[in-house]
């Protein structure tokens, strides 16, 4: 699948700032499922950015605005084509749980097994998620019941927590948008050895009703390692398998790895912020495995 993406953050200060900096995370990831035609991002007032590859090697564009502004302008387009990670019909059954006992000693694993600054492992959800467990043997199966069980008993409400709402307040709350919903995910997997990451993105809403949740902004689900499967992608927003209609911009222990946009600025007075995200699905190509 060939699709298109556009970004465009777009801040209107209430007074002027200076010394604008930022670290974008807008540019898709490179991956086996994923391969970049193309890719633009542009800002405004012009500037010029730098590129780096971070911890979790995703990657990242800086820069600064040094003189006084009253707006600032993020735009990023780019293009895609992705594939199903697994064959039709097929779900990657087969790892049991003590498979997992040596992620510890795996250095891509064991960042993702440990508590972070949204993400915390407590007696209270590793209970609930053995609940949720119950007899299962199966990471996959386990994974996948614990992301129905986000979808079905927490509420999906906008302006209901912020951007620096914890997991812990989120399973408590049940309440969220996916980033929460990633969150908590997130929070229950790595409670019972199952090592997760908050991966960053957009999905295209091939639906005919376009009814899934999240598809009009950036969105957010988790990767679950299952052994010799490695990195397999759920979003409890949607209770969905992540498949070719979704595009990785980045993964990292949780929100704050992933941010798309994050900086600081000198000056006072707030700031309005707009965002406006579309995802198209272009003509394929002629067939190309990569």
């Known amino acids: 699948m060939r699709l298109k993406?556009?970004?465009r953050t777009e801040y209107a200060y209430t007074n002027?700032?200076?010394?604008?900096s930022n670290e974008l995370r807008l540019s898709p990831k490179?991956?086996?499922?994923q391969k970049v035609e193309s890719n633009f991002i542009s800002v405004l007032p012009a500037t010029r950015l730098t590129r780096f590859t971070d911890l979790n090697f995703n990657r990242v564009h800086y820069f600064t605005v040094p003189q006084a502004h009253d707006n600032l302008v993020i735009d990023s387009r780019f293009t895609v084509e992705t594939k199903k990670p697994f064959a039709r019909d097929s779900l990657p059954y087969g790892c049991e749980h003590d498979q997992l006992k040596e992620c510890?000693?795996?250095d891509a694993c064991y960042t993702y097994l440990q508590d972070s600054r949204f993400v915390e492992k407590t007696p209270q959800i590793w209970k609930e998620a053995l609940d949720i467990r119950a007899d299962s043997n199966d990471v996959f199966e386990t994974s996948y019941a614990l992301m129905n069980f986000i979808f079905s008993d927490f509420t999906y409400a906008s302006g209901a927590t912020q951007v620096t709402t914890h997991a812990s307040e989120v399973i408590r709350g049940r309440t969220g948008v996916c980033q929460d919903f990633a969150h908590a995910m997130t929070a229950y997997c790595r409670s019972i050895n199952i090592p997760a990451r908050y991966v960053s993105g957009y999905f295209y809403d091939s639906t005919r009703d376009q009814n899934l949740r999240g598809?009009?902004?950036?969105?957010?689900?988790?990767e679950i390692y299952a052994g010799k499967y490695g990195w397999i992608g759920l979003d409890p927003t949607n209770c969905k398998v992540v498949d070719e209609t979704y595009v990785v911009l980045a993964y990292g222990r949780d929100y704050r790895d992933v941010a798309p946009v994050i900086g600081t600025y000198f000056g006072g007075g707030g700031s309005h912020l707009n965002i406006r995200v579309i995802v198209e699905c272009l003509q394929a190509k002629a067939s190309s495995e990569f």
């Open 5 to 7: 993406v556009h970004h």
């Open 30 to 33: 490179l991956t086996s499922n």
């Open 215 to 222: 598809s009009e902004a950036s969105h957010a689900w988790v």
């Open 104 to 106: 510890t000693k795996i």
């Open 16 to 20: 002027p700032v200076s010394s604008n």
